[in-house]
């Protein structure tokens, strides 16, 4: 019994990726539609008269249509729903004491001279939280200091 749930849980967890990317497969193709569609706009705006250009002209509405109505099923799909890390931005101070998992290896960075901190020493290390850069007492959790903004997007 436990081996089934076990397979059945393995496998749910194979096809949630394969889900998401037909979904974001099918926007991509409803975007090409819209743009195909708007492609034989102009050509009946062309050389077509006003029954081609009006038809062109609903296509292009209804590929719209479709577009925005795929996207909105998309968005509300529960699996898209909590997509932002478990926790939310916040200054750290120096003493604040941090959770294991905050300091978890995932996200110690490796140490880049370019940063212009020292190394971290015995016991240290460094954790990245958002841009800033936080020096951590491994054994205690404790945050030793605090380098805001070290990790700006460029």
Not at 8 to 30: C, F, H, K, N, Y
Not at 96 to 110: D, E, G, I, K, V
Request: hydrophobic share 35%; proline share 4%; charged share 35%.
């Amino acid at each position: 019994m436990k081996s089934k749930i076990l397979t059945a849980g393995l496998i749910a967890a194979m096809m949630v990726p394969a889900m998401a990317q037909a979904q974001t497969g099918e926007l991509r193709r409803d975007r090409q539609d819209i743009r195909q569609e708007q492609r034989d706009l102009n050509h009946a705006k062309r050389y077509g008269d006003r029954g081609d250009v009006r038809d062109a002209r609903d296509d292009v509405r209804d590929a719209k249509r479709e577009y925005r109505e795929d996207k909105r099923d998309w968005r509300r799909d529960a699996r898209y729903q909590n997509y932002r890390a478990p926790f939310r931005y916040q200054q750290f101070r120096v003493g604040q004491a941090l959770r294991p998992t905050y300091y978890a290896p995932a996200y110690r960075p490796a140490w880049d001279r370019r940063w212009g901190v020292p190394r971290a020493g015995a016991g240290l290390t460094y954790v990245r939280h958002y841009n800033d850069l936080l020096l951590v007492n491994v054994r205690t959790g404790k945050v030793v200091k605090v380098y805001r903004n070290e990790f700006r997007w460029r």
